[in-house]
């Protein structure tokens, strides 16, 4: 963060280096806000300005690492300070608190199962990946799926705005859909639309925080690996693949689709939603390169581009739309297809 206009221009014109930045304190200010999500600093001071006296005894702290913690927070824009109190600024209030109705808190805490999976230097060395899901444990998982949904509530109106939904849609297959948050969405909008929610670990809905909409009643959960659960022909509508398929590599994405197009009606819809890798080098943008490197090592994966993504639907006997880019996050794109009304006859 520049500081002064000497330091704004230092950083423009290269004379100060950023990547000691990067790599010094970019780790220390992310150390720092997970620190204060997790022992509850932000949620204490959504109810009010606080000393350090007072958050240290509340969130049960030691008063002198508080008072390291606040001010550090503090430099970095995240809290006030006057009369001797620290609060939140408008920034950390809207985002931070988990009761917030923006909160990402959740997704906050999801960064600390990121951190155990970053080991790029052993991934560099030997091309070996390690097995993110099969190496969470009950406790992460939960973690885990909150932290999506947090994520998931910062784009989830507008996915379900831009999803096609065929007329009189009765049936909804979220494939990795985790929390559910997606299907809720989708019921709520679509009062006739049933869901049924298929992943390697499912959440409670209390756990989940988002058992407070009639719609749950039309989601079912069910523990299962896509990639080889039974799905019923002709069966569904709908079929969302959400936030998936980095975590697969081609030959696997291939036989889902394939599952999945045979799990459609004639006139549905496989909607894939996922961050799309640039088609060049030359277009490669920061939070999808960043992101392709990291499931490469968590995963033994990488982000697909939106052509990958058609020729796999269209090698399923699906008609591919235009990738429709998120607001929020451009480099997420919801990527359609859908089965055609005479795929019998077509041969399909």
Same mark, same amino acid.
């Given at each position: 963060?520049?500081?002064?206009?000497?330091?704004? $221009?230092?950083?423009?014109?290269?004379?100060?280096?950023?990547?000691?930045?990067?790599?010094?304190?970019?780790?220390?200010?992310?150390?720092?806000?997970?620190?204060?999500?997790?022992?509850?600093?932000?949620?204490?001071?959504?109810?009010?300005?606080?000393?350090?006296?007072?958050?240290?005894?509340?969130?049960?702290?030691?008063?002198?690492?508080?008072?390291?913690?606040?001010?550090?927070?503090?430099?970095?824009?995240?809290?006030?300070?006057?009369?001797?109190?620290?609060?939140?600024?408008?920034?950390?209030?809207?985002?931070?608190?988990?009761?917030?109705?923006?909160?990402?808190?959740?997704?906050?805490?999801?960064?600390?199962?990121?951190?155990?999976?970053?080991?790029?230097?052993?991934?560099?060395?030997?091309?070996?990946?390690?097995?993110?899901?099969?190496?969470?444990?009950?406790?992460?998982?939960?973690?885990?799926?909150?932290?999506?949904?947090?994520?998931?509530?910062?784009?989830?109106?507008?996915?379900?705005?831009?999803?096609?939904?065929?007329?009189?849609?009765?049936?909804?297959?979220?494939?990795?859909?985790?929390?559910?948050?997606?299907?809720?969405?989708?019921?709520?909008?679509?009062?006739?639309?049933?869901?049924?929610?298929?992943?390697?670990?499912?959440?409670?809905?209390?756990?989940?925080?988002?058992?407070?909409?009639?719609?749950?009643?039309?989601?079912?959960?069910?523990?299962?690996? $896509?990639?080889?659960?039974?799905?019923?022909?002709?069966?569904?509508?709908?079929?969302?693949?959400?936030?998936? $398929?980095?975590?697969?590599?081609?030959?696997?994405?291939?036989?889902?689709?394939?599952?999945?197009?045979?799990?459609?009606?004639?006139?549905?819809?496989?909607?894939?939603?996922?961050?799309?890798?640039?088609?060049?080098?030359?277009?490669?943008?920061?939070?999808?390169?960043?992101?392709?490197?990291?499931?490469?090592?968590?995963?033994?994966?990488?982000?697909?581009?939106?052509?990958?993504?058609?020729?796999?639907?269209?090698?399923?006997?699906?008609?591919?739309?235009?990738?429709?880019?998120?607001?929020?996050?451009?480099?997420?794109?919801?990527?359609?297809?859908?089965?055609?009304?005479?795929?019998?006859?077509?041969?399909?």
């Amino acid at each position: 963060m520049p500081e002064t206009v000497a330091e704004w $221009i230092g950083l423009k014109l290269g004379f100060i280096p950023r990547p000691l930045g990067d790599v010094f304190l970019g780790p220390l200010l992310a150390r720092t806000v997970l620190a204060a999500s997790s022992l509850g600093v932000f949620d204490l001071l959504a109810h009010g300005p606080r000393t350090v006296e007072q958050v240290s005894a509340e969130c049960g702290n030691h008063t002198t690492a508080a008072s390291k913690l606040l001010r550090a927070l503090y430099a970095s824009g995240y809290l006030t300070w006057r009369n001797g109190r620290y609060g939140l600024t408008r920034m950390a209030k809207r985002w931070l608190p988990s009761r917030s109705p923006a909160s990402i808190h959740f997704a906050i805490l999801h960064r600390e199962i990121d951190f155990r999976f970053m080991d790029f230097e052993r991934y560099l060395r030997t091309g070996e990946a390690r097995d993110f899901h099969q190496e969470l444990g009950e406790e992460e998982w939960v973690r885990y799926h909150l932290g999506q949904a947090s994520q998931a509530r910062l784009i989830v109106q507008e996915v379900v705005r831009r999803i096609p939904v065929p007329a009189g849609a009765s049936k909804m297959l979220d494939l990795g859909g985790g929390h559910g948050l997606y299907s809720r969405a989708m019921s709520e909008r679509y009062p006739g639309l049933h869901s049924t929610v298929m992943d390697l670990a499912t959440p409670l809905l209390q756990e989940t925080s988002m058992a407070d909409s009639g719609a749950d009643a039309r989601v079912r959960f069910q523990k299962a690996d $896509i990639l080889t659960a039974p799905l019923d022909a002709e069966s569904a509508d709908l079929v969302l693949v959400a936030n998936v $398929i980095h975590h697969f590599d081609e030959s696997a994405n291939r036989r889902l689709f394939r599952r999945a197009a045979g799990a459609l009606r004639p006139g549905g819809f496989l909607v894939v939603l996922d961050v799309t890798r640039a088609g060049s080098i030359s277009e490669s943008h920061q939070i999808e390169a960043l992101m392709d490197l990291y499931f490469g090592a968590a995963s033994g994966a990488q982000l697909w581009t939106v052509t990958e993504i058609q020729s796999w639907q269209q090698e399923a006997g699906l008609l591919p739309f235009s990738p429709v880019a998120l607001r929020l996050l451009p480099d997420c794109k919801i990527q359609s297809a859908r089965k055609p009304m005479d795929h019998l006859k077509a041969g399909c």
